[in-house]
């Protein structure tokens, strides 16, 4: 089946390809323009503002904490785990072994 925008025509393979072109789409009416103009000035204050945002004294406090973290559950940040902090077990039914997967909570 074939999807048409409503605004310009422009034919599409699925209705959601078609939904996320007419909400973007230049001659819809309703839609505000967006400007993605990224220039030198908005740059550098995003620059700036990530460099606030992590400060040594925080950057301690977290590597302080992760070590915490990792004294207090040995088992999720082991080398034996693989899988990071997933925890895979798995548990046998009648119909066969099955893997279950747990969060390090």
Same mark, same amino acid.
């Given at each position: 089946?074939?999807?048409?925008?409503?605004?310009?025509?422009?034919?599409?393979? @699925?209705? =959601? @390809?078609?939904?996320?072109?007419?909400? /973007?789409?230049?001659?819809?009416? @309703?839609?505000?323009?967006?400007?993605?103009?990224? /220039?030198?000035?908005?740059?550098?204050?995003? =620059? /700036?503002?990530?460099?606030?945002?992590? /400060? #040594? #004294?925080?950057?301690? =406090?977290?590597?302080?904490?992760?070590?915490?973290?990792?004294?207090?559950?040995?088992?999720?940040?082991?080398?034996?785990?693989?899988?990071?902090?997933?925890? +895979?077990?798995?548990?046998?039914?009648?119909?066969?072994? +099955?893997?279950?997967? #747990?969060?390090?909570?």
């Amino acid at each position: 089946m074939e999807y048409k925008c409503r605004h310009c025509d422009k034919s599409f393979g @699925s209705n =959601r @390809s078609k939904g996320v072109h007419e909400s /973007t789409c230049k001659l819809n009416k @309703s839609v505000k323009p967006r400007n993605y103009v990224r /220039t030198d000035d908005y740059l550098e204050r995003m =620059r /700036t503002s990530n460099k606030l945002r992590w /400060t #040594e #004294e925080e950057r301690k =406090r977290k590597s302080e904490r992760m070590l915490q973290a990792v004294k207090d559950n040995p088992d999720s940040y082991s080398k034996n785990n693989v899988s990071g902090r997933v925890k +895979i077990y798995e548990v046998c039914s009648s119909s066969g072994p +099955i893997k279950l997967k #747990e969060n390090g909570n």
